[in-house]
């Protein structure tokens, strides 16, 4: 898919492809010299992860395991509120690993603050966040970031896994849609 394919729904491209590939080349090059030598559990968050856990893992120059949640916060409308369930949890033991939470986009970080929070209870030797994207005017909580692709404007953002009504995940890019798909 490109943007030929949904142009009339964007009203700008934020991040291309090639943006967002040399981003995750920089970025994978600082987690191999970061963990040489060391094990290392990539832990993506369902769905929106699931583009950049899988572009950042073919990246990275040493073997990595490679785990899933998925979580659901519960709030008013696109408003999260911290409340967590899980819906999906881990199938591996925590417990002396190494631990790399990958997210596609961290906004008010209530939810990712739960998730830091849970895992470390778990035992690990250590808990840390990669997010392609990161919504600095939007934090309601502080949530200490390893790796962070970019820093965005606090915008409605889809594309490179993100959604609106589980539609456009599969855009190679980054973009804002018009405000007539959603009714803004």
Excluded at 68 to 81: F, H, L, N, P, R
Excluded at 89 to 105: A, H, K, M, P, W
Aim: zero cysteines; aromatic letters at 6%.
């Amino acid at each position: 898919m490109d943007r030929s394919d949904v142009s009339a729904d964007l009203a700008d491209i934020l991040l291309t492809e090639q943006q967002l590939g040399e981003r995750l080349d920089q970025m994978a090059a600082e987690i191999d010299a970061d963990y040489r030598d060391q094990d290392l559990l990539l832990v993506g968050v369902l769905k929106g992860a699931v583009m950049v856990m899988a572009d950042l893992a073919r990246r990275l120059h040493h073997t990595v395991e490679m785990d899933w949640m998925a979580v659901s916060s519960y709030g008013s409308g696109t408003k999260s509120s911290g409340v967590v369930r899980i819906l999906k949890d881990l199938d591996t033991d925590l417990t002396g690993r190494n631990v790399l939470i990958v997210e596609d986009i961290i906004d008010s970080g209530l939810t990712l603050s739960w998730l830091v929070s849970n895992l470390r209870s778990r035992g690990p030797r250590s808990v840390e966040i990669a997010t392609m994207l990161r919504k600095p005017a939007a934090a309601k909580v502080e949530v200490d970031v390893r790796y962070v692709g970019f820093d965005i404007p606090s915008e409605f953002v889809v594309g490179y896994g993100l959604d609106y009504a589980e539609k456009y995940r599969n855009l190679p890019f980054v973009g804002t849609l018009a405000p007539h798909v959603y009714g803004g």
